[in-house]
């Protein structure tokens, strides 16, 4: 038995309405429009109650990295769940798919991580994490480096520690967050914070902000900094190029701990295995979830470098874990889903033909009296929304009102699109062909006509 049936989509919608808590949405809101129902998926494309066929711009949540509808992991599953359910890898025990998907994450991996920590998802890799590190440097003898640095506007997850690390005002305002000893610093987001400075000259004077921090805690206090290879919920931030090696310096410096949150842009989403390659930097800890099973179960750890692997290893025991660590059906997915990515050579398919084509068209849409800058890497991008890009002005009103507008055109344009406040992003299905990358973009500059056309007719925008 599964769980599509032929209730009419009113009746999903009404009892959605009745039962259903969503994440990261207003209830009200919700109920009074009726949430959308999608009832199945192939390759890029969704399909949703009404029968109507919207192409998925999001990869999901950033995660189908393959596209929908592989069987081969179904299959994967399906075997595994009748031979091994469920086991867990506390108390010394272990069982075939973890033991497995461990040695192909070290193949995969950069050379010197070979260990890998299992969790569930993204937020609570992110939280095992915050206990690694001050472990680690506790069992080195220096307990006070328990300060993590982190950045503004940053997304490590909904957990009351990895939301403490993520950088949004929003979340932290509801239960007190952030935990003590995590701080932030800006993002290097040029665009909105850049002012007169080159984006060259901001990326390094954001970069030194990490420093001043060290300086201001004193760097006995200073455990790790953690940051995305490039921001995705934040808005896909692309930084300048000075950003991330003046970043990797201080860091060694200062012998400062280094996590790539790497939720999003591992697994070939930037056209390197890990965003960490893509910007040229040498993490300490690599967070990984979403693409890793390509979202087709719920899987994700902290790939442990073997410097502190090997301090880890010879500790005191890490009072850590989590009941579905390393579960044996998800590891089997992520194994299979691993292995289509090298086969299929997916990877490269972004980096040599979808990234660079992609680039190219979006690039252009930098063109369109709406949009300021447009940037990409590999497959995920954004555009700015602003009414005067010389003065790279935000809209008057609330912030964000134009972006969900574009959004909905988007939407009723059959693209997932997701709208950052007034910025536009995109993160599609790493199997993108050129030809649907154009009609992704035929897609996104019909909503941006429709959407300059409204924002004209009220007015927010001059000629
Ligand atoms: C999604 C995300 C997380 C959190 O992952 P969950 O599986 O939702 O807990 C952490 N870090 C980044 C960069 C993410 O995009």
Redesign the pocket.
Known sequence: MNQTNQLPTEELQALDAAHHMHPFTAGAELAKKGVRVIKSASGLTLTDSEGEQIMDGMAG??CVNIGYGRTELAEAAYRQMQELPYYNTFFQSTHVPAVMLARDLADIAPAGFNQVFYAG????A?DTNIRLVRHYWASVGQPDKSVIISRKNA?????VG?ASLGGMTPMHKQGGLPIKDIVHIDQPDWWSLGGDQSPAEFGRLTALQLEQKIEELGEHRVAAFIA?PVQ??GGVIVPPETYWPEIQRICDAHEILLIA?E??CGFGRTGNWFGSETMGIKPDIM?I??GLSSGYA?I?GSLVSDHIAEVVSTAEEFNHGYTYSGHPVSAAVARENLRILREEKIVEHVREKAGPYLHSRWSELAEHPLVGEAKSTGLMASIVLTPDKARRAAFPGKEGAVGVRCRERSYANKLIMRAVGDRMVISPPLIIQPEEIDILIERVVQSLDETLAECRKEGLING
């Open positions: 949540l950033w998802s993204g937020s609570e992110n997304y490590h997850g909904s957990s990895s995305e995705g919920a949150d939720v999003i967070t979830a979403k719920p994700a």
